[in-house]
């Protein structure tokens, strides 16, 4: 399997570029649905052996909108 490395910079540009797309022209409809003082915890977790793809897109999504935003990427071997 190849690993290909993308540079911070293009996983930002191209998150910058997703955000805009998805939020024109109506904004964010979504997130209203959510208090903003609510604290939420995801916890990911397979049975499985797994490849989990887009983390670092994510975790770039996240701290443009929000820098208080704590995502933290953790794995088990």
Do not use: C
Request: no cysteine.
């Amino acid at each position: 399997m190849s690993k290909i490395k993308l540079s911070k910079e293009f996983i930002k540009s191209t998150v910058k570029l997703a955000l805009n797309e998805d939020l024109y022209p109506s904004g964010d409809i979504t997130s209203g649905l959510i208090n903003n003082n609510k604290i939420i915890t995801v916890k990911l977790i397979s049975n499985q052996s797994a490849i989990v793809g887009g983390l670092l897109f994510a975790k770039q999504t996240f701290a443009l909108i929000d820098g208080k935003i704590k995502f933290i990427i953790k794995k088990k071997r």
